[in-house]
T-cell receptor, first 111, second 118 residues
Framework: DAKTTQPPSMDCAEGRAANLPCNHS???????VYWYRQIHSQGPQYIIH???NNETNEMASLIITEDRKSSTLILPHATLRDTAVYYC????????????FGTGTRLTVIP | GAVVSQHPSRVICKSGTSVKIECRSL??????MFWYRQFPKKSLMLMAT?????????EQGVEKDKFLINHASLTLSTLTVTSAHPEDSSFYIC??????????????FGEGSRLTVL
């Protein structure tokens, strides 16, 4: 799996959009970008994933640059319950490959 | 979404005893499950890949005789920490890969099991 680089921590005001960046400059053509988050003392929770097009679901939006070397996860209206560690992972969807977790970004939503 | 359940969620044991942690996929079949370990304020580290009906594949540095993995059915994998020591105290998390994922490769994670060895 290609490596990813994320800022170690970010703060966001409650109700504002949280934009979490991720660099994955060595991503291969067959690798997707996955985002998971982990709330304290819980297992990781899937958020969203994409290949090259921007994606949106009920939780978040994923913006992938045209060259695919970076992406941004957007939580449109952050709430206190969104405080967690967010992991950006790139992974080839060929077989049952595991996910390699980096250090992630610790997002703190401030009241 | 698919549900993966771990049991127990918390366990405290004495040094030298063995502890079994179960990971179940509740609404899908999983030919492959993964076991991770997470120390406080650290990221998840893959321990082993559990394959139904065959031996697990362990990551470098993980003792296979200490962390016994059994994947006897398509919905259950177990991790047994043998002769537990205080340094084995950690948060253990499993994930399961649906056999019929349709190619998205999404992994679903259990809630985690916190082991404390006294």
């Amino acid at each position: 799996d290609a490596k990813t680089t994320q800022p170690p921590s970010m703060d966001c005001a409650e109700g504002r959009a949280a934009n979490l960046p991720c660099n994955h400059s060595t991503i291969s053509g067959n690798e997707y970008v996955y985002w998971y988050r982990q709330i304290h003392s819980q297992g990781p929770q899937y958020i969203i994933h994409g290949l090259k097009n921007n994606e949106t679901n009920e939780m978040a939006s994923l913006i992938i640059t045209e060259d695919r070397k970076s992406s941004t996860l957007i939580l449109p209206h952050a709430t206190l319950r969104d405080t967690a560690v967010y992991y950006c992972i790139v992974r080839a969807v060929t077989g049952a490959n595991n996910l390699f977790f980096g250090t992630g970004t610790r997002l703190t939503v401030i009241p | 979404g698919a549900v993966v359940s771990q049991h127990p969620s918390r366990v405290i044991c004495k040094s030298g005893t063995s502890v079994k942690i179960e990971c179940r996929s509740l609404d899908f079949q999983a030919t492959t499950m993964f076991w991770y370990r997470q120390f406080p304020k650290k990221s998840l580290m893959l321990m082993a890949t559990s394959n139904e009906g065959s031996k697990a594949t362990y990551e470098q540095g993980v003792e296979k005789d200490k962390f016994l993995i059994n994947h006897a059915s398509l919905t259950l994998s177990t991790l047994t920490v043998t002769s537990a020591h205080p340094e084995d105290s950690s948060f253990y998390i499993c994930s399961a890969y649906p056999a019929s994922s349709g190619g998205t490769g999404e992994l679903f994670f259990g809630e985690g099991s916190r082991l404390t060895v006294l």
